[in-house]
Antibody, heavy 123, light 106 residues
Framework: EVQLVESGGGLVKPGGSLRLSCAAS????????MSWVRQAPGKGLEWVGR??????????DYAAPVKGRFTISRDDSKNTLYLQMNSLKTEDTAVYYC??????????????WGKGTTVTVSS | DIQMTQSPSSLSASVGDRVTITCRAS??????LNWYQQKPGKAPKLLIY???SLQSGVPSRFSGSGSGTDFTLTISSLQPEDFATYYC????????FGPGTKVDIK
């Protein structure tokens, strides 16, 4: 069974840091392009960023609100995706979903989602 | 950045109704448009990719159409399990979602 399980969420003060993890199973993680998507309470979906497979360059893309503060990385030996979040702001409060999907820049869709982990940024 | 809009933002419908949701991009995105369904407290689910391709396992009452800047998601006969929020997502540039359309019970 294809599965993504996020962990690492919690309460953090503004300006603080947090690292989320996403454990993948049931598919060849090393070949997958992986994304993080978040959803603030009562709000819509917001794509956070993506990392391509190493065979496709392993490059990352980020949404403007998180660029320079968040870093996506992967450990293919552990089938794990990471989201390092620094300089956190109250507006980063959200459920963070790990996702994977089609390995194509233009026809990029996300067909596997984790259940999400909650990050709360508050003093 | 490409801006995505959806209309309506919410709608009330009855079981059996035909429902159409529109998604518009601020510039042409060819057919690089996907649709998702999300129920409260759950992760989103992919319904349609590449504007009109039905994801495996998704009922055929869901269909998508459009290209360029204007797209539609149609539910041909609304079922009780279809009451949810629907999002479009463009993949022409760095991915971005529309604001969502909530479908609830009339």
């Amino acid at each position: 069974e294809v599965q993504l399980v996020e962990s690492g969420g919690g309460l953090v003060k503004p300006g603080g840091s947090l690292r989320l993890s996403c454990a993948a199973s049931g598919f060849t993680f090393s070949n997958a392009w992986m994304s993080w998507v978040r959803q603030a309470p009562g709000k819509g979906l917001e794509w956070v960023g993506r990392i391509k497979s190493k065979t496709d360059g392993g490059t990352t893309d980020y949404a403007a609100p998180v660029k320079g503060r968040f870093t996506i990385s992967r450990d293919d030996s552990k089938n794990t995706l990471y989201l390092q979040m620094n300089s956190l702001k109250t507006e980063d409060t959200a459920v963070y979903y790990c996702t994977t999907g089609n390995n194509d820049y233009y026809y990029y869709y996300m067909d596997v989602w984790g259940k999400g982990t909650t990050v709360t940024v508050s003093s | 950045d490409i801006q995505m809009t959806q209309s309506p933002s919410s709608l009330s419908a009855s079981v059996g109704d035909r429902v159409t949701i529109t998604c518009r991009a601020s510039q042409s995105i060819s057919s690089y448009l996907n649709w998702y369904q999300q129920k409260p407290g759950k992760a989103p689910k992919l319904l349609i990719y590449a504007a009109s391709s039905l994801q495996s396992g998704v009922p055929s009452r869901f269909s998508g159409s459009g290209s360029g800047t204007d797209f539609t998601l149609t539910i041909s006969s609304l079922q009780p399990e279809d009451f949810a929020t629907y999002y479009c997502q463009q993949s022409y540039s760095t991915p971005g979602f529309g604001p969502g359309t909530k479908v609830d019970i009339k």
